[in-house]
C-alpha cells in the first residue's frame, strides 16, 4: 500500500468516524436500531452540494447539512415515540422517503462540484491536498468527540444515556424519555449528515448511491473500535469507534492493494464482498475473545 493510499485510507476513516459516532448515539447509548443513516448521509452531501453550488460558505453548507441529518433523525425517532411505529421500521420508512428527498434536492441522481470552493480549498497547495484533507477533517472530528465527551457528562446527556440503558427506571426517575430519544436521534443523524458533506467536498461531487452501506460501515467501525479498546468511560468509547473506522478503512485499503488478493481474482469490483467479510469477523472478533478470555479464566 502506498503513502498516497495509507492517506486515503485515513481520510475516508476520518470521515466515517463521523459516521461512527453517530451510529454509537443510535445503537450503543440509545438501544434504537435506525437505518437511518443510509438516508442521512447523502442527504448531508446533498444539501451542503446545493449549497456550495449556489455560493453558500462552504463550512455554513455543512452545518445546513448536519441540520438536515438532525430534522431526518427528528422524523424517525418521532414516528416511533408519538405514533407508536417500531424503531427499525419507522427508520426504514424515513431511510427510503430520503431517496426520494434527495433527488428532489439535487435535481438529478448526481451534482458535480468540480471547480466549486470547499472546506480544504483555503489550505491546498501544490502537492499536499491528500494529507491536508486529513487534518481538515481530523480537526471537525475532534471537534464532534469533545463535545459528545462533554455532552454526555451533563444533565441530559446521562438523562440520555439512562433512557437507553433502562427506559422504565428512567422514566420512574422522571426523565422525559420521549425527549430524549428524539434529542439522540438528532445528534445520530446530524454527525452522520455532517460525514456526507465533507465526503462529497472531498469526492468533488454529490451523488445519490453514497448512502448505501452507510449503516454497516458505522456499524463496523463501533464493533471493531470496541473490541480493539474495550472501555467503559465515554471519551474512551468515543476515541475508540473513531479508531475503528480508520482501521476499517485501512483494512479495506489493504484488501484491495493485496497482491495476493489480487492473484486469486480479487478487485475493486469486490469491494462489497470484501465490505461484508470484514463485517463479519468483527461481528465474530467479540465471540473470540470472550472465549480466549474465558480459557485464560479456567
Not at 426523565?175 to 446530524?190: E, F, P
Request: proline share 3%; hydrophobic share 60%.
Amino acid at each position: 500500500m502506498t503513502l498516497i493510499g495509507f492517506f486515503g485510507a485515513l481520510e475516508s476513516g476520518l470521515i466515517y468516524g463521523l459516521v461512527a459516532l453517530g451510529v454509537l448515539i443510535s445503537f450503543r447509548i440509545l438501544d434504537f436500531p435506525d437505518l437511518t443513516a443510509d438516508g442521512s448521509f447523502p442527504l448531508g452531501g446533498a444539501v451542503a452540494g446545493v449549497a456550495i453550488v449556489a455560493g453558500v460558505n462552504p463550512w455554513l453548507a455543512c452545518f445546513y447539512g448536519a441540520m438536515a441529518g438532525a430534522a431526518a433523525g427528528v422524523v424517525t425517532a418521532w414516528l416511533h415515540v408519538k405514533l407508536g411505529i417500531l424503531q427499525l421500521l419507522a427508520s426504514i420508512l424515513v431511510m427510503v422517503a430520503l431517496y426520494s428527498v434527495n433527488l428532489r434536492i439535487m435535481g438529478a441522481p448526481n451534482l458535480p462540484l468540480l471547480g466549486e470552493q470547499t472546506v480544504f480549498s483555503p489550505f491546498i497547495a501544490d502537492g499536499n491536498g491528500f494529507w491536508v484533507r486529513c487534518v481538515v477533517v481530523g480537526v471537525v472530528v475532534l471537534i464532534a468527540k469533545l463535545f459528545l465527551d462533554w455532552f454526555f457528562s451533563t444533565e441530559s446527556g446521562l438523562s440520555m444515556r439512562a433512557t437507553g440503558s433502562n427506559l422504565r427506571m428512567a422514566q420512574a426517575q422522571g426523565i422525559n424519555t420521549s425527549w430524549m430519544t428524539i434529542l439522540g436521534m438528532a445528534i445520530s443523524n446530524a454527525l452522520i449528515a455532517l460525514g456526507g458533506a465533507l465526503f462529497v467536498q472531498t469526492q468533488g461531487g454529490a451523488d445519490i448511491s453514497i448512502g448505501i452501506g452507510t449503516i454497516v460501515i458505522g456499524l463496523a467501525a463501533v464493533i471493531i473500535g470496541e473490541t480493539i479498546i474495550p472501555a467503559k468511560r465515554i471519551w474512551l468509547i468515543t476515541l475508540a469507534v473513531i479508531v475503528g473506522a480508520f482501521l476499517y478503512k485501512l483494512f479495506i485499503q489493504i484488501a484491495l492493494s493485496s497482491d495476493l488478493l489480487r492473484s486469486i481474482g480479487f478487485g475493486s469490483q469486490d469491494l462489497n464482498l470484501v465490505t461484508a467479510l470484514l463485517v463479519v469477523i468483527a461481528l465474530v472478533l467479540p465471540q473470540i475473545k470472550a472465549k480466549i478470555l474465558s480459557h485464560k479464566g479456567k
